[in-house]
């Protein structure tokens, strides 16, 4: 394998996600949910410049191609032409963007695919999480322990691995009523599996180290040894899992949540603004477009990272 | 060998009474049983604990938990709710169609990997080396359930070429053997491409990574100095090196392939154990969920049995290491 350093700019990348993600209410220009004129905004292609022009305190007419006639306004709306008298408005006109388009109700998509986002890679992170909390404490007992402990846990893991993912998740949704704190548990449960094997793999390694001989030495307890000095030196190989399983788990959140199984609405997230779209892919592509090129862009990015974090924590002697 | 056989296969027993184990305490730790009484009109109490005592809800745990392992080790899979058939039949039928498709893109992932994989490392740091890389790695981070949706718009909606969704065309039961199974694989298509596409690409990148490594090894090198051609060098010493671990992979990534179909079968509608899953779901039939649950792990616990006995065939250490 050859050599190259890690490469700043993935992490850049992720850093650019996670500030876009966090900062999704600042950088939302409407609530996802605001629906202000389901007619008039209906399907408006991405990068679209129209108006809002409101008639009463309750109601925003959306337009394009507006403009000042003798007497009014003169404008399209969900393509037809139609005019205004100038007195029929609450207000001036107020100018709107739309950079990614809008959806089958008028709703912006571009704030829409950000709070998804957040929604996504939030519960992707919370699985992974409460993966890395399980895997690291099965993992480090079977692995240190040893011995029947060894064996106990790892048949448990044998046969949790056994049922696919999505069929477990299939399975809860109809025992329990799906929602995020489901989903959570549900990918978090089943992903820390594969987590556990690699601590195990790595503990039983290490256990005999120079390194473990001496902290015992000293009469550190088993616990301390593990969590103080025997973990740490796990780290590289640690993370190089952990974001092969961030990036698994995203994809399984918006594959469930694309088949309408995640949690209902008003959750929005990348999978169900793709499962609102997938019907009316001729009208309205980008509804599809931009949650799958957030998708494909983040699990690419996951990948690779995880390729240079193998690499730091490979000695090159070894490759 | 026929020891190795013995040993894996007697390992793969316990395994399936800790799947039922698993699922059976799941099903415990929900909320309510089937014949909870709601105030009002409906069934009385004494029918209650008649069918209680029926379905056997009302015995001690261990009695319970006896009979659920009894039940599904012997395929008695009960009776689903929402078709008021028996569960065994109808997963059976799906079984057969979800295994044409996974059995399609099994063969095309494994084939189109391989091959572009092979295609790259012979022309190496030429264009199509490039292609093969780049095209593959897009396609192994884009989910299959976008790519599904592409392929969808594309072939069927903008160029019309391929059914969108369902196996058979309308009038496909009065069409004759030949025509029929033209018309099963044409819709076979695009469910199979969005399936395997994913996979066959991180086939491609392992094999091409793997055979330019080898390619660069002493005993091609001594190959190539005993006057071994570059199709019998390629082929026969570097690429049989390189196909072991993607036999192992295979066992890996076969929960994945069972997941992933469920998604494309849900979305091109093809009559298989995933959408009947999924269907049970949405009609909260518990004993289908379960059925096509049990029948699904089978078929990994199954797959993982397979892949390590044909690594055993063809790798002699795997044997003597044992299971």
């Known amino acids: 394998m050859s050599a190259r350093p890690p490469q700043r700019g993935r992490i850049a990348l992720l850093g650019l996600l996670a500030l876009l993600v966090t900062a999704a209410p600042l950088l939302a220009p409407r609530p996802p949910e605001l629906q202000e004129d389901a007619a008039g905004a209906r399907y408006l292609p991405p990068l679209t410049r129209g108006h809002g022009l409101r008639v009463d305190a309750l109601h925003v007419r959306i337009v394009t191609g507006l403009r000042r006639t003798a007497d009014g306004w003169e404008f399209e709306r969900a393509g037809k032409k139609e005019a205004l008298p100038g007195t029929a408005l609450a207000g001036p006109p107020e100018p709107r963007f739309y950079l990614l388009g809008t959806d089958a109700l008028g709703r912006d998509l571009l704030s829409r695919v950000l709070f998804g986002a957040r929604h996504s890679l939030g519960i992707a992170a919370l699985s992974v999480a409460l993966a890395l909390f399980l895997g690291i404490a099965v993992g480090s007992v079977a692995g240190y322990a040893g011995g029947a402990w060894d064996t106990a846990l790892m048949r448990g893991v044998d046969a949790l691995m056994s049922i696919p993912r999505v069929l477990v998740y299939l399975l809860c949704a109809a025992l329990f009523t799906p929602s995020s704190l489901l989903l959570v548990l549900v990918l978090g449960g089943t992903t820390w599996t594969g987590l556990a094997r690699v601590v195990r793999a790595g503990m039983m390694s290490i256990r005999t180290s120079d390194l473990a001989l001496q902290a015992r030495a000293l009469g550190s307890r088993p616990l301390r040894v593990v969590i103080l000095h025997l973990l740490p030196q796990l780290g590289p190989i640690l993370a190089t899992a952990a974001s092969l399983r961030f990036a698994d788990t995203l994809l399984l959140e918006s594959a469930l949540s694309l088949l309408g199984l995640g949690p209902p609405p008003p959750a929005v997230s990348l999978g169900g603004i793709m499962g609102s779209g997938r019907d009316v892919l001729a009208e309205a592509w980008w509804i599809v477009a931009w949650p799958g090129l957030i998708i494909g862009a983040t699990v690419a990015t996951l990948r690779s990272a995880a390729a240079d974090l193998f690499r730091l924590a490979d000695p090159p002697s070894l490759s | ?323």
Not at chain 2, 13 to 23: C, F, K, S
Not at chain 2, 52 to 60: A, H, M, Q, V
Not at chain 2, 137 to 146: A, E, G
């Open chain 2, 1 to 323: 060998m026929l020891s190795f056989l013995a040993r894996r296969c007697a390992s793969a027993l316990p395994l399936l009474i800790g799947v039922l184990t698993l699922v059976f305490v799941l099903v415990e730790a929900a909320p309510g049983d089937p014949f909870q009484i709601e105030p009002g009109p409906g069934v009385s109490r004494e029918a209650a604990a008649h069918l209680r005592e029926i379905y056997g809800t009302d015995r001690p745990f261990l009695q319970r938990y006896l009979a659920w392992l009894e039940g599904f080790l012997s395929f008695d899979l009960g009776v689903s709710l929402s078709y008021r058939e028996p569960v065994a039949g109808l997963v059976r039928k799906a079984l057969g169609n979800t295994l044409w498709l996974a059995g399609a893109a099994l063969v095309l992932e494994f084939v189109l990997g391989t091959a572009a994989g092979v295609a790259a490392a012979w022309w190496q740091r030429r264009p199509l080396d490039r292609l093969v890389g780049g095209a593959a790695t897009v396609l192994y981070s884009v989910p299959s359930f976008w790519l599904a949706l592409v392929l969808v718009f594309l072939l069927s909606v903008r160029l019309g070429w391929l059914p969108a969704s369902q196996m058979h065309s309308i009038d496909a039961l009065e069409l004759g053997a030949g025509p029929r199974l033209l018309d099963l694989l044409r819709h076979l298509v695009l469910p199979c491409l969005a399936l395997a596409l994913p996979s066959a690409a991180g086939i491609a990148l392992y094999v091409r990574q793997e055979l330019k490594d080898l390619l660069g090894r002493p005993f091609v090198r001594i190959a190539r100095a005993r006057g071994a051609g570059r199709v019998g060098i390629v082929l026969r010493h570097a690429l049989k090196n390189a196909l072991v671990p993607v036999v192992n992979l295979f066992g890996v990534a076969l929960p994945g392939l069972v997941g992933g179909s469920v998604v494309i079968e849900v979305l091109f509608a093809w009559p298989g154990m995933g959408r009947l899953a999924y269907q049970a779901v949405l009609a909260r039939d518990t004993p289908l969920v379960l059925g096509c649950v049990w029948v699904a792990s089978l078929g990994v616990v199954g797959g993982s049995l397979a892949a390590d006995l044909l690594s055993a065939v063809l790798d002699p250490r795997v044997r003597e290491a044992g299971p």
